[in-house]
Each structure stands twice: as structure tokens, then as C-alpha cells.
Nanobody, 118 residues
């Protein structure tokens, strides 16, 4: 069974930086993409950034130019470098792996809190 473990969250002042990391344990079958989502209080979970095993990336408009996602398919790890953080980036950030072909699978991490103070 695949488990995802996130690290790197915390408290930072506006304009600062944080780096989130996520590592998978267990057997990964036909990984397609890795990504980060976030959920702020009272809001729906939203995609922040994703990367395919081919290296294609996708970012939410709100983080373009500030966040950078990187992945290592061989090590089953994904990171999110967050620069120029804003108070509105405050949320619980979740790592997500997706894979499969005919039968899709989807695994989530436990979440890590990111708080940006003004």
C-alpha cells in the first residue's frame, strides 16, 4: 500500500520562502503524475501544481512565477519550492500521486500546514 509523507511546512513571513517535500513508500504502479493541492479554511481543495512523469508542469494562476514543482520519478519524490509567499497562500498543503491506466488510482498525503503572516 502506498503512503505519502510530507515535510517542510511551517510559519513564514510574507515575502519569505518554504520548500515542501513528499516521499512515497510502498509499491508504485504506473505512476502518471505527482502534485500539490491546498485547502484553506472554509474553501475547497484546489490544485497548486502538478508534474507528469514526462516532466510537464501545470500551475494554478495564483502561484505562477512564485512556486516551482520538481519531481524524481526514480525516487518517487516531489517537492514544491514556494517563494514570495503571501498571506493568501496560507493553507494545508497535500501531496498527491496519481497513476494507473484502465484502473486509475489516487493517493493523498496527510497534509502539512503552511502559514504566511503579514
Amino acid at each position: 500500500q502506498v503512503q505519502l509523507v510530507e515535510s517542510g511546512g511551517g510559519l513564514v513571513q510574507a515575502g519569505g520562502s518554504l520548500r515542501l517535500s513528499c516521499a512515497a513508500s510502498g509499491s508504485i504502479f504506473m505512476l502518471n503524475s505527482m502534485g500539490w493541492y491546498r485547502q484553506a479554511p472554509g474553501k475547497q481543495r484546489e490544485l497548486v501544481a502538478a508534474i507528469t512523469i514526462g516532466g510537464s508542469t501545470n500551475y494554478a494562476d495564483s502561484v505562477k512565477g512564485r512556486f516551482t514543482i520538481s519531481g524524481d520519478n526514480a525516487k518517487n519524490t516531489v517537492s514544491l519550492q514556494m517563494d514570495s509567499l503571501k498571506p493568501e497562500d496560507t493553507a494545508v498543503y497535500y501531496c498527491n500521486f496519481q497513476g494507473g491506466n484502465t484502473f486509475k488510482w489516487n493517493v493523498w498525503g496527510q497534509g502539512t500546514q503552511v502559514t504566511v503572516s503579514s
